[in-house]
């Protein structure tokens, strides 16, 4: 299997590409910065939110293994109510958590719809794409639209009879990431829910990257362990 995977800097990208280097995969990683020393493990050095640098990749041609790919990462963005951000920061969140993915998954199906290999896309959701979350509107409203943008592909590929693709938008639960850090870090005034995010932390609450990482892998290995294109972690058996 050859594994795509963005956002393996660090959390759970990094968890996942070890956790398929270690089962003998071969993983292509797409981020900044790279962490990862693998034989089998290539990185490509990218910046998410230049989109420009995004729409000049391209998957390789592999007609011989199963590929996947893991849109895993993404941004919180600046933590505070609408009204008080700058358009930028809207920009940005948009670019990584909503663009960026829609451009390597329209780019991947082109590249791999005509052959009969099996093909998975992965997309990283959240509960925050489910309720609102207060100071967290535009991470809300990218994680929903990914959501919605799953389950329509998953449809047109289905309607189209293309049975050997699989696609996920799954959310991981509340995972010990960088992500949390900068949740933590928030302004009390600007982010009301703050301490929750604190005590999940001191309270041992949170998954590890690598027991989600673990799971993903069951889920990639064996997409009719759901049989839903949006879902939870949580509700894997």
Known sequence: MIAYITGTSSGIGKALAEQLLEEGHTVIGLSRKQSIQHLNYDHVKIDLSDLKSVNQFDFSLNLVEDVVLVNNAGIIGAIKPIGQHIGEEIIELANVNIIAPQILVNKFINKYQGFNNKYQIVNMSSGAGKHPIDAWSTYCASKAAIDLFSETIAQELKSRNYHNWHVFSIAPGVVDT????????????????????????????????????????????????????????????
């Open 178 to 237: 960088p992500m949390q850090s900068e949740i933590r870090l928030s302004s009390p005034k600007a982010f009301l829910n703050r301490q929750k995010f604190i005590d999940l932390k001191d309270n041992n609450e949170l998954e590890t990257p690598e027991s989600v990482a673990q799971k993903l892998y069951d889920v990639i290995l064996d997409p009719n362990l759901c049989s839903d294109v949006v879902f939870s972690l949580h509700d894997l058996k």
